[in-house]
T-cell receptor, first 115, second 109 residues
Framework: AAGVIQSPRHLIKEKRETATLKCYPI?????VYWYQQGPGQDPQFLIS???????DKGSIPDRFSAQQFSDYHSELNMSSLELGDSALYFC??????????????FGPGTRLTVL | TQLLEQSPQFLSIQEGENLTVYCNSS?????LQWYRQEPGEGPVLLVT?????EVKKLKRLTFQFGDARKDSSLHITAAQPGDTGLYLC?????????FGTGTSLTVIP
């Protein structure tokens, strides 16, 4: 079965640079979520999109932005990178059914290292 | 403060032993998921529970959702080294999805 695809899997950037992470949800999934996971921590919710519109916002810094495109893939744009942004970034997708969210399926993650 | 608290945070047991991981909150969830995560990989969904009091079994894993839909437990019978990993509960309040604090399980052969 098709899973969530994330690219790149690894990314190394310098401080103050920008980075773009991409997420391709499972086919027919209409909702995408972004999470940040630091070493030894649980995933922290950043932002989510449903049908190309932002649906929820978590602890996403103002330096970050994201969007969902017409083909439902999503991109997380990160600017003015800081050392503390080094983490695993996960994308998850789900299929919204009525008023209830379906379970989320996670991608393999992008490991971002800021030097 | 964390909306979902898991206990224990770390657990190291011998192969063949049984264990229970708890996921507790003061909030009510419309659904609750359990995930297992390997280092450097994405969380893999194990189960979703949606009804208060629901019990689901997945081979040697038994998941229970509390009657009030505020807590859940994961019981593993006869643990195996392959069960080693980080176990995360995650709850949907209807507005947002929250992860628990995680339980790192090590099963020693």
């Amino acid at each position: 079965a098709a899973g969530v695809i994330q690219s790149p899997r690894h990314l190394i950037k310098e401080k103050r640079e920008t980075a773009t992470l991409k997420c391709y949800p499972i086919p027919r999934h209409d909702t995408v979520y972004w999470y940040q996971q630091g070493p030894g921590q649980d995933p922290q919710f950043l932002i989510s999109f449903y049908e190309k519109m932002q649906s929820d916002k978590g602890s996403i810094p103002d330096r970050f932005s994201a969007q969902q495109f017409s083909d439902y893939h999503s991109e997380l744009n990160m600017s003015s990178l800081e050392l503390g942004d080094s983490a695993l970034y996960f994308c998850a997708s789900s299929q919204w059914r009525g008023r209830a969210r379906n379970e989320q399926f996670f991608g393999p993650g992008t490991r971002l290292t800021v030097l | 403060t964390q909306l979902l608290e898991q206990s224990p945070q770390f657990l190291s047991i011998q192969e063949g032993e049984n264990l229970t991981v708890y996921c507790n909150s003061s909030s009510v969830f419309s659904s609750l998921q359990w995930y297992r995560q390997e280092p450097g990989e994405g969380p893999v969904l194990l189960v979703t529970v949606v009804t208060g009091g629901e019990v689901k079994k997945l081979k040697r894993l038994t998941f229970q959702f509390g009657d009030a839909r505020k807590d859940s437990s994961l019981h593993i019978t006869a643990a195996q080294p392959g069960d080693t990993g980080l176990y995360l509960c995650a709850g949907d309040t209807g507005n947002q999805f929250y992860f628990g604090t995680g339980t790192s399980l090590t099963v020693i052969p």
